[in-house]
């Protein structure tokens, strides 16, 4: 039975929903995409006219899974302060797990906890978070 689907977040665009019950510590999926070098995925997101809006996730080994490219629809979990779900890496791929119970048609979130440069920090209004929890700390970025 299928575990999840992809559809409109009030979040924001699109989202992953909990198709059923989802028991804390549950592998739900791999986030699947094109593995390549960060300077390859830089290349190809900065030929884009929405060059923030990436579906690139890193790997400790300095190089990135691309979900734009090969992806799943893993590459549509929106980011909460307050996650529901985390990502762990295993020999170089990364699955989503969830952190706590999810109950059927909740969506899914991790913690993107961005780090980018201290220039692209100056324009902090791309990367702003709109989950909505009492404690949002108002970004996607990593804590400093």
Same mark, same amino acid.
């Given at each position: 039975?299928k575990? $999840?689907s992809? @559809?409109? /977040?009030p979040?924001h665009?699109?989202?992953v929903f909990?198709l059923?019950?989802?028991a ?6 791999? &986030?699947?995409?094109?593995i %390549?070098?960060?300077?390859?995925? %830089?290349? %190809? &997101?900065?030929?884009?006219a929405?060059?923030?809006? %990436?579906?690139?996730?890193?790997? /400790?080994?300095?190089? $990135?899974?691309?979900?734009g490219?090969g992806g799943n ?5 929106n ?6 779900c985390?990502?762990? =890496?295993?020999?170089?791929r990364v +699955?989503?797990?969830?952190l706590?119970?999810?109950?059927p048609? =909740?969506? !899914?979130?991790?913690? +993107?906890?961005? =780090?980018v ?9 791309? &990367?702003?978070? @709109?989950?909505?929890? @009492? ?5 996607? !970025?990593?804590?400093i």
């Amino acid at each position: 039975m299928k575990r $999840v689907s992809v @559809r409109h /977040s009030p979040v924001h665009g699109k989202g992953v929903f909990a198709l059923r019950a989802l028991a804390a510590g549950e592998r739900i999926f791999e &986030y699947k995409g094109l593995i %390549t070098t960060w300077r390859e995925a %830089t290349r %190809t &997101y900065a030929r884009r006219a929405d060059a923030a809006h %990436t579906f690139l996730f890193g790997l /400790s080994d300095g190089r $990135v899974i691309d979900g734009g490219r090969g992806g799943n629809g893993a590459r549509w979990l929106n980011h909460a302060c307050k996650a529901n779900c985390e990502a762990i =890496e295993q020999a170089g791929r990364v +699955y989503i797990n969830a952190l706590r119970d999810i109950r059927p048609g =909740e969506e !899914l979130f991790i913690d +993107y906890a961005l =780090e980018v440069s201290a220039k692209a920090r100056d324009s902090a209004s791309e &990367y702003a978070c @709109r989950c909505g929890a @009492r404690r949002c700390r108002g970004t996607m !970025l990593a804590p400093i």
